[in-house]
DNA sequence: TTGTAAGCGTTATCAC
DNA sequence: GTGATAACGCTTACAA
């Protein structure tokens, strides 16, 4: 910048308000303007910050980008910040709630302007100073959650399957024990089937005792009994419903023909092609853009303490139709 | 850090020094460190970028992280950059050479300590004084590019498939025209099978062009012409290889059993379930890793111009045995 | 309207 | 070994 000002025959201070847009001599302006793009001058956003404590970047946090869901997250969250002039940092904590927690400790140190998490840790400590928006976990007001409408996905889950004609369902879910939106896929749809009187059953499973193979065995333990008598699956997640429609095939159980499967997320092959199973489709890129404008909304306390967007069902073979 | 001294009763030389475990009076330290806790001290790393130069942060650049290969590669090269203590900036540019050019760009603002980027722009402007590593596509020396064994994965595809049983091979692919080390995958490809004597064909759809559904019609047409004499498909993508599964399952062919088809990638549902069809597997953890070695080695002008990973074969469902 | 100078939080170079 | 003090590159009163 000295260089530029330097080149440009005017002082720091000119360069500077030329740089930020403000209203300056024409000729000045042509002048630096020239000099800058002639020693091709890139302002240093760091230095501005340690005077602005604008730093225009964003720390988004998550377990992983490895899942289908997490990515297109991130690919969203990335585009939003983008489209705001703002730079994306990206922390990974492989769902340890330990590396959650130093996460928030080093963003704390990069002086970003604001944080995007989807944490697990319980008692994450955030401090007042640094603006939060949460994914899918509920912590208290002040800082806000967005989440897709989880009870509502569950019921229309539910109503799909009992329309397309199925006689008994279930609910399969495995995951963390860790309580957050997501619970709310078995509320409304037991809700629904109760509404409707329909038969149904639920079948959790705690990820951190059994993994998602033990499905298996139960599935063909029920089948071996007898006992398997669905014809209507909603799993809690499109990994999950994948999972047990792969098991069913093994077995000579026809899907959807025998048993229609419904999963949750809106994964889709290779992020763009086809649906992986039919599904409740979660709006990610609204989630994104929500989480965005939430972060940067004026009065962060005033703000709503839960944002919970609709999502739609979509085909993807599994069901009928 | 001026509270910090104050609170403990020494200079900001003093801090500084216990900040960066420089040797100091044994007292000193204690009295600093409870101080700094106390306070709950956070260094700030862009005022001491401004003094050092460095920043401790690095730009990955990726046209999206929305395709299971990228958002593998961003996951790696996230964790071996945390594991040296290193921030990632990620920066998403959709392919498009002009976003790619002002990333870069942008990136210079930043004053991150190097680039690892994947891009295609033909004349992407680099600037010297920023290391930059790039992904599967060769610039010139002194800026590396890691890319896996794309010539053995084209040879190791034909050798497989021949070795299966196949009698008639052809190569698919799609993609653009712009090249790169992707190319060398078919020509490992012929070349294995002409030292094989085998009978062969190569199909090219150049995406600018045809979209990936254009292989749709191809092979319906060759199908109605009775031109469809292949046994063994090598895909470009594994992206490309699902897709030519499910054409061919609606058309009546059986995979495995009257066509093989291996892709190329090591695509796994969900990150990290079974493979989504018979592949050749690149190492992206240690491409990743390897990106991150080669930015930090002392002098990259140095360095290898061009480092090839092995690669192997994975079973996936759509290939005998 | 432009130039000057103080200061953002840190490190590094000195005398002490 | 410790404590002032001058940078680092920029913004922003304030003075010219």
Known sequence: ?????????????????????????????????????????????????????????????????????????????????????????????????????????????????????????????????????????????????????????????????????????????????????????GVGFEQECRSRDADFEVIWLNDEEYPMEEFRNIIIDRVNRGTFDFDGIFCSTDRLAVFVKRVLTELGIRVPEDVQIIGFDGTRRFGEDAYVCSTIVQPVATMAETCVDLLFSKDLSRTPALVCLPVEYAYGGTTKE
């Open 1 to 185: 910048m000295k260089d530029v000002a330097q080149a440009a025959g005017v002082s720091l201070g000119t360069v500077s308000k030329v740089m930020n847009g403000i209203p300056v001599g024409e000729k000045y302006r042509v002048k630096v303007e020239a000099a800058a793009k002639e020693l091709n001058y890139q302002i240093n956003q760091y230095a501005r910050g340690l005077k602005t404590n604008q730093t225009f970047a964003v720390a988004l946090i998550l377990p992983g980008i490895n899942h289908p869901f997490f990515s297109e997250i991130a690919q969203h969250v990335c585009q939003a910040l983008t489209r705001r002039g703002y730079r994306m940092l990206l922390y990974l904590t492989g769902s340890s709630p330990e590396v959650e927690q130093s996460c928030v400790q080093m963003v704390r140190q990069n002086m970003v302007d604001g944080i995007i998490g989807l944490t697990y840790n319980r008692d994450l400590q955030l401090t007042d100073d640094m603006p939060f928006v949460s994914i899918d976990r509920h912590f208290s007001s002040g800082v806000p959650c967005v989440s897709s409408d989880n009870y509502g996905g569950g019921r229309l889950a539910a109503e799909k399957l009992l329309e397309l004609g199925c006689r008994k369902v279930a609910y399969f879910r495995n995951g963390t024990t860790q309580p957050g939106e997501a619970d709310k896929r």
